[in-house]
């Protein structure tokens, strides 16, 4: 699972993004793991927008469900939330690494969690959804982004996913949409298979 999120707004970024993601796709089809991967990718990004102070942070897991192991790079995207619902306990999945196009020498590192419980989630997004403000200015925060994630544990992903939108939504109240708003939300079940059968060889190997 990727999520990034680029600089400015318009036809630059939009470029910006998919060229990244072609890079990306391209890079991970060869031998690696992920920081390999992203080391890669910000050398050619960073020999083209250096100059010019576009940049776009990035982040990447990869999750194994029969294992309960997840791997990740961060480019300086916002930590991964993990909810643990048997303990209700969320953990913060950070890691070092600038923002991609930044510096062509930039290094990332592969970061590693295991032990993931039944019913973990998993929920990576974009700063648009907790920086959302309402009409007095106050932003929906990540405090109230987990306790939605609390109270819809037991949901199916759709649902959770649904309830923060609608919150962020109810939140705004009457104001415009300041920022894009990405989510995606995992839920580690332990007996799939099919979700094994997903992940590309590079990053099974990481695993």
């Known amino acids: 699972v990727v999520v990034g999120n680029v600089s400015g707004h318009g036809v ?3 470029l910006l993004m998919a060229t990244a993601r072609a890079l990306l796709r391209q890079r991970l089809s060869l031998q690696g793991d992920l920081a390999e991967a992203f080391s890669d990718v910000n050398f050619q990004l960073a020999q083209d927008v250096g100059a010019s ?3 776009m942070t990035l982040i990447a897991l990869a999750v194994n469900p029969v294992s309960g192991v997840v791997v990740w790079v961060r480019a300086g995207h916002d930590p991964a939330i993990l909810y643990d619902p048997k303990a209700d306990q969320f953990e913060r999945l950070t890691g070092p690494g600038v923002a991609l196009g930044v510096d062509t020498g930039s290094r990332y590192t592969l970061q ?4 993931l419980t039944e019913g973990s989630i ?4 974009t ?3 907790w920086e959302a403000e309402n009409q007095s200015g106050e932003r929906f925060g990540k405090e109230r982004l987990r306790e939605i994630i609390r109270q819809h544990a037991d949901a199916p992903v759709d649902e959770l996913l649904n309830a923060v939108m609608d919150a962020v939504d109810r939140f705004r109240g009457g104001c ?3 920022d894009d708003t990405t989510l995606v939300v995992m839920k580690q079940r332990l007996s799939s298979d099919r979700i094994v059968k997903l992940i ?3 990053w099974r190997q990481a695993l």
Not at 112 to 115: G, L, M, T, V
Not at 122 to 125: R, S, T
Request: aromatic fraction near 4%.
């Open 12 to 14: 630059p970024s939009a």
């Open 53 to 55: 102070g576009q940049f």
């Open 112 to 115: 590693h969690r295991s032990n």
């Open 122 to 125: 998993l929920l990576v997004g």
């Open 127 to 129: 700063d648009g959804i």
């Open 176 to 178: 415009r949409q300041a």
């Open 200 to 202: 590309p060889l590079p």
